[in-house]
């Protein structure tokens, strides 16, 4: 929001190069000011940014008068530099609007212009605890469940989904996968779903586009103890090609860096040269180097070569090639050949 300072802006305010810097200089200012205002400026934070700042309060000692009059320094230079406009732009703008077309018109062309906003019911998700949330979606529809996991951080959503009936868990996946444009009705559902259950405020929400194979891959990427494979293994009997998709996107070309030496090694040896050359045309140069630094000089060696001789590709070629050293990588990890890491930060075969 406009008026109050988000904790990026607290952590600008970084005096001289011997003086508090980042977080602590933003909880020295906090703790100068009342204790109203600083509960103001916590509440719009994010729970991290609440919990980041809330530890640099108790991390401050020792502050001499130096060190705060340096932070006020320098917050008063990036007052000056700010500007009024855009400061409660709504009420103004809304009453441009009502002048210029009056009030019915303006509300057909605000009701069009107007900047989605995030649900207050929605954000609050963010500040229950997985059980909580968990106990939640277990006593509601499928849809409803996948509706709450779209919206939560892909690690807390992880943590909620294994809460969950093992039975109901790929169900649910399944569903935010295939969730796209979520309506009004929708939201205004969960919100009252959330203010039953969690005694908070809901309000009114638009529509929202959350959800998709990307997302519920992000949530299966940060489960743990096998469970991501459970599921894909479920939900191959339901939709192949959407578990497909999913797995697709839980473990992508440049999760190669990620790879061990013994184990990237191990994966160069199973990859024809004609495939691995596509498939590095179009790779970071970071990831290529590494790649071929775990062949031999001379098998690198060709392989550069065969990449300079193919000259320009289509990226769907690349793309392809790159697809293709993914499917062998995973038939490898499944045989136990090779380990690959990456998900939930650990290494899963």
């Given at each position: 929001?406009?008026?109050?300072?988000?904790?990026?802006?607290?952590?600008?305010?970084?005096?001289?190069?011997?003086?508090?810097?980042?977080?602590?200089?933003?909880?020295?200012f906090l703790m100068t000011l009342g204790d109203a205002e600083a509960a103001e400026i916590l509440s719009h934070l994010d729970p991290h940014e609440v919990?980041?700042?809330?530890?640099?309060?108790?991390?401050?000692?020792?502050?001499?008068?130096?060190?705060?009059?340096?932070?006020?320094?320098?917050?008063?230079?990036?007052?000056?530099?700010?500007?009024?406009?855009?400061?409660?732009?709504?009420?103004?703008?809304?009453?441009?609007?009502?002048?210029?077309?009056?009030?019915?018109?303006?509300?057909?062309?605000?009701?069009?212009?107007?900047?989605?906003?995030?649900?207050?019911?929605?954000?609050?998700?963010?500040?229950?605890?997985?059980?909580?949330?968990?106990?939640?979606?277990?006593?509601?529809?499928?849809?409803?469940?996948?509706?709450?996991?779209?919206?939560?951080?892909?690690?807390?959503?992880?943590?909620?989904?294994?809460?969950?009936?093992?039975?109901?868990?790929?169900?649910?996946?399944?569903?935010?996968?295939?969730?796209?444009?979520?309506?009004?009705?929708?939201?205004?559902?969960?919100?009252?779903?959330?203010?039953?259950?969690?005694?908070?405020?809901?309000?009114?929400?638009?529509?929202?586009?959350?959800?998709?194979?990307?997302?519920?891959?992000?949530?299966?990427?940060?489960?743990k103890g096998g469970t991501d494979q459970r599921i894909i293994r479920s939900l191959n009997k339901v939709d192949k090609a959407m578990a497909q998709k999913?797995?697709?996107?839980?473990?992508?070309?440049?999760?190669?860096?990620?790879?061990?030496?013994?184990?990237?090694?191990?994966?160069?040896?199973?990859?024809?040269?004609?495939?691995?050359?596509?498939?590095?045309?179009?790779?970071?140069?970071?990831?290529?180097?590494?790649m071929l630094a775990s062949m031999s000089s001379r098998a690198a060696d060709t392989v550069r070569d065969e990449i300079e001789e193919r000259g320009p590709?289509?990226?769907?070629?690349?793309?392809?090639?790159?697809?293709?050293?993914?499917?062998?990588?995973?038939?490898?990890?499944?045989?136990?050949?090779?380990?690959?890491?990456?998900?939930?930060?650990?290494?899963?075969?």
């Amino acid at each position: 929001m406009a008026e109050t300072a988000s904790l990026e802006e607290l952590e600008a305010l970084d005096p001289t190069p011997t003086g508090p810097t980042g977080s602590a200089a933003a909880a020295i200012f906090l703790m100068t000011l009342g204790d109203a205002e600083a509960a103001e400026i916590l509440s719009h934070l994010d729970p991290h940014e609440v919990q980041q700042l809330g530890s640099a309060m108790f991390d401050v000692v020792d502050v001499s008068a130096n060190d705060v009059d340096s932070v006020f320094d320098l917050f008063m230079t990036k007052v000056r530099a700010r500007t009024t406009i855009g400061f409660g732009a709504t009420p103004r703008i809304r009453a441009v609007m009502e002048h210029a077309l009056g009030q019915e018109r303006a509300e057909t062309v605000l009701a069009r212009i107007t900047p989605a906003t995030r649900s207050r019911a929605l954000d609050a998700l963010r500040w229950m605890d997985a059980r909580t949330i968990a106990a939640i979606c277990e006593a509601e529809h499928p849809q409803i469940a996948a509706l709450v996991l779209a919206h939560l951080e892909p690690p807390a959503a992880a943590d909620v989904l294994q809460l969950l009936p093992q039975d109901r868990q790929p169900d649910i996946i399944y569903r935010v996968a295939r969730l796209d444009t979520v309506t009004a009705e929708a939201i205004e559902e969960l919100e009252e779903i959330l203010a039953r259950e969690s005694s908070k405020v809901a309000a009114a929400a638009p529509a929202t586009v959350r959800g998709g194979a990307t997302e519920a891959a992000k949530i299966m990427t940060n489960t743990k103890g096998g469970t991501d494979q459970r599921i894909i293994r479920s939900l191959n009997k339901v939709d192949k090609a959407m578990a497909q998709k999913i797995e697709d996107e839980m473990f992508v070309f440049d999760d190669l860096a990620k790879l061990s030496a013994k184990n990237l090694a191990a994966l160069m040896q199973a990859i024809d040269g004609e495939l691995l050359a596509p498939a590095l045309k179009g790779a970071d140069p970071a990831l290529r180097d590494k790649m071929l630094a775990s062949m031999s000089s001379r098998a690198a060696d060709t392989v550069r070569d065969e990449i300079e001789e193919r000259g320009p590709m289509r990226l769907a070629e690349v793309l392809e090639a790159q697809k293709q050293v993914l499917v062998i990588a995973r038939r490898l990890a499944d045989a136990g050949t090779i380990q690959l890491a990456g998900r939930g930060g650990e290494d899963y075969v």
